[in-house]
Nanobody, 113 residues
Framework: VQLVESGGGLVQPGGSLRLSCAVS????????MSWYRQAPGKERELVAT????????VYADSVKGRFTISRDSAKNTVYLQMNSLKPEDTAVYYC???????WGRGTQVTVSS
């Protein structure tokens, strides 16, 4: 099992980024997948989850209406589209495979003017 995040970077407040989680070792569309984040000095928190099959989604209150989790089964990739970014969204973002408690190494997102 391998999860590799990409797409992070520096963006101004109000901007957008799309994070990708490239999955290998299993078919991610058969399982729930999640994005977490950890800001400096804070605990890691759940941002969003996409469930298998029908692909229902769940979001943290802090990102509802701004972030969208999705998947591309053909590419075995999970995405996190982040819009209307705020400085408080600054964190390292991690992809997680909950069924095996597997984590990627993370990608840094910094929201600053």
């Amino acid at each position: 099992v391998q999860l590799v995040e990409s797409g992070g970077g520096l963006v101004q407040p109000g901007g957008s980024l799309r994070l990708s989680c490239a999955v290998s070792g299993f078919t991610s569309s058969n399982y729930a997948m999640s994005w977490y984040r950890q800001a400096p000095g804070k605990e890691r928190e759940l941002v969003a989850t996409i469930n298998r099959a029908g692909g229902s989604t769940v979001y943290a209150d802090s990102v509802k209406g701004r972030f969208t989790i999705s998947r591309d089964s053909a590419k075995n990739t999970v995405y996190l589209q982040m819009n209307s970014l705020k400085p408080e969204d600054t964190a390292v973002y991690y992809c997680r495979f909950p069924a095996r408690n597997s984590w990627g190494r993370g990608t840094q997102v910094t929201v600053s003017s």
